[in-house]
């Protein structure tokens, strides 16, 4: 947690041991720090001749720790289906009150967010507290909890909603001695400090949690930042932030992060009056979103549906959770409208507020 680049090389000594299972935990321990550096994929074929080894010898609690893993190899690189399965496989395998069950329900979440299903994600990060009950002591997944709750948070209820959950990930990435996720919770102070107009604080924040991600080798954060330098500078200054995010974007080989680098490289292309290299952009914006099966969310939503069993007592009601919906929808159709390129993308947008008009006179 504290020294990943002091802790790799001996994980990958005890790979190779006769143990089967100190093996298969050596390589559990490797991916953790593989993935925070953004090369997660160089154990893949590994991850998979494990999984089917603790299979077939019936080791089901080793098989769901590494399902869980190879779930957040998929969903960072934009294989929403396969993450699904995994993480699915996870908890078909692990106890209830695993801790591969509980990072499975944090991943699911995530899922659902992916899908602009925030009410039902919030509902499956709640079973992951629920159902683990040595959360208290474990600061890290306390830290991932609060991060993903603030995510939330900021798109549903405004900026200033997600900034105690902020404060309480920060505390506690530092408590377990994670900088990834103490970077990772002020780069969202960031966006919140420039999603109510303070952008003088919001390069601050920036600038910070760029220095302590790359000074803990967080790739996909290194990435975020950079795209979000490139909305808080101009000119020469944007073109080379958003240029770095597509760069590491592409050698992390995460197609969402790359289509976001792409859709910004348009806009800014486009303003400079660089109307072929825009266009250019914009094109391989829409290939990648179009890879991600966008298409295919009422389906994998159905999927994802029985991994939200919370009772209703003690849950809003069916009216509210509808209301929070919408304004996530609301939020994220306004993102979308900011950041379009393409007069002729105007047409989709408004048929979707139209839409959203038509779901708030229901309610």
């Not at 991916?31 to 999984?51: H, I, N, P």
């Not at 930042?225 to 050698?251: F, Y």
């Not at 994802?304 to 009601?317: K, M, N």
Request: charged residues 20%; hydrophobic residues 45%.
């Amino acid at each position: 947690m504290r020294h990943p680049g002091l802790a790799l090389p001996r994980l990958q000594r005890l790979m190779r041991a006769q143990d089967p299972t100190l093996a298969r935990a050596a390589l559990l321990g490797a991916f953790f720090v593989l993935e925070r550096w953004g090369r997660a994929a160089e154990l893949q074929d590994e991850l998979q001749a494990a999984l089917a080894e603790a299979r077939q010898s019936s080791a089901l609690a080793e098989a769901a720790e590494l399902a869980e893993a190879q779930g957040r190899l998929h969903y960072q690189r934009g294989d929403y289906a396969q993450a699904c399965n995994a993480w699915s496989q996870t908890l078909d395998w692990a106890a209830d009150d695993a801790r591969a069950s509980c990072l499975a329900r944090i991943g699911l979440a995530h899922l659902c967010y992916a899908f602009g299903d925030w009410a039902r994600g919030g509902r499956v990060l709640e079973q992951a507290e629920r159902h683990y009950p040595r959360l208290a002591g474990d600061p890290y997944l306390r830290a991932k909890i609060a991060l993903n709750r603030a995510v939330s948070l900021r798109v549903t209820q405004g900026p200033q909603a997600a900034q105690p959950m902020l404060q309480e990930a920060l505390a506690m990435a530092r408590e377990a001695g994670h900088r990834d996720y103490q970077a990772e919770a002020i780069w969202h102070s960031a966006r919140g400090a420039r999603d109510s107009g303070e952008a003088a604080q919001a390069l601050a924040l920036a600038r910070q949690a760029l220095d302590l991600a790359q000074r803990s080798g967080y790739r996909w954060l290194q990435a975020q930042v950079a795209l979000l330098l490139s909305e808080l500078q101009s000119a020469d200054a944007a073109l080379g932030w958003a240029g770095q995010a597509l760069a590491l974007a592409e050698a992390l080989q995460s197609r969402a992060l790359q289509a976001s680098a792409h859709g910004r490289l348009a806009e800014l292309m486009r303003e400079h009056g660089e109307l072929g290299p825009s266009w250019h952009h914009q094109q391989q914006r829409q290939r990648l979103e179009a890879t991600l099966n966008q298409g295919q969310l009422p389906a994998r939503l159905e999927e994802l549906a029985r991994f939200d069993t919370l009772p209703e007592a003690g849950q809003a009601s069916t009216r509210d959770a509808a209301l929070v919906q919408v304004i996530a929808d609301l939020a994220t159709l306004a993102e979308a409208a900011r950041n379009i390129t393409d007069l002729r993308d105007g047409g989709q947008l408004a048929a979707q507020a139209e839409a959203i008009a038509r779901r708030l006179s229901l309610l």
